[in-house]
């Protein structure tokens, strides 16, 4: 088993930055990709970022050249960082580890993060 625990949500203006970081625990040696999906209020959970092991990174389109995801495997831990946030970026976000062989599927309790115009 895996468990993740998100950090780093809150309140900020737009134009602002957060960073979120994503701690892994358990059997985390299984785990290959680390990603960030975010659930607005009325809409589909959306993937946001993902990142492997080996630190190969995809972003959405809706948030590229303003987050960035990052890994360091020494602490289990992911991050993500957004900038220039927006008001549409306001979202629960939450932290998903997937392991090699796609058995494993673990998900975060989710943090707010709330962006004012």
């Known amino acids: 088993q895996v468990q993740l625990v998100e950090s780093g949500g809150g309140l900020v203006q737009a134009g602002g930055s957060l960073r979120l970081s994503c701690a892994a625990s358990?059997?985390?040696?299984?785990?290959?990709?680390m990603e960030w999906h975010r659930q607005a209020p009325g809409k589909q959970r959306e993937l946001v970022a993902t990142?492997?092991?080996?630190?190969?990174?995809n972003v959405a389109d809706s948030v590229k050249g303003r987050f960035t995801i990052s890994r360091d495997n020494t602490k289990n831990t992911v991050y993500l960082q957004m900038n220039s946030l927006k008001p549409e970026d306001t979202a629960i976000y939450y932290c998903?580890?997937?392991?090699?062989?796609?058995?494993?599927?673990?998900w975060g309790q989710g943090t707010q993060v709330t962006v004012s115009s």
């Open positions: 990142i492997t092991r080996t630190g190969g990174t």
């Open positions: 358990g059997f985390t040696f299984r785990i290959n990709l």
């Open positions: 998903n580890a997937v392991t090699y062989d796609y058995s494993g599927d673990y």
